[in-house]
């Protein structure tokens, strides 16, 4: 399974991007994804979470302002990210659980995808 994140970019304060991120490969399902970030000097924390059945989590710093959702038919996970704060500065990491499914096994794992930069001016 590999991951592929996009959509990050230099916004203003107040402005919106949302960023994608792709599932590739075979023989997989994916279950519980989500998406987190790491500022410069600081450490990565979660942003925001989504199950196979779309339920919801948010970090409180984002909370009304994010929102996550996912296309199982595409395998794609999506972070809406609105009024975008200076302190949203981060490089934004996409996650996903998986079951890779092969005869009689199943294997479970999780991968990362690359990581792409949101850059908000004050």
């Known amino acids: 399974v590999q991951l592929q994140a996009s959509g990050g970019g230099l916004v203003q304060a107040g402005g919106s991007l949302r960023l994608s991120c792709a599932a590739s490969g075979s023989g997989f399902r994916l279950n519980n994804m989500g998406w987190h970030r790491q500022a410069p000097g600081k450490q990565r924390e979660l942003v925001a979470t989504i199950t196979s059945g779309g339920s919801t989590t948010y970090a409180d710093s984002v909370k009304g302002r994010v929102t996550i959702s996912r296309d199982n038919a595409k395998n794609t996970v999506y972070l809406q990210m609105n009024t975008l704060k200076p302190e949203d500065t981060a490089v934004y990491y996409c996650?996903?659980?998986?079951?890779?499914?092969?005869?009689?096994?199943?294997?479970?794992?999780?991968?990362w995808g690359q990581g792409t930069l949101v850059t908000v001016s004050s």
């Open positions: 996650e996903a659980d998986y079951l890779l499914i092969r005869d009689d096994t199943t294997v479970a794992g999780r991968e």
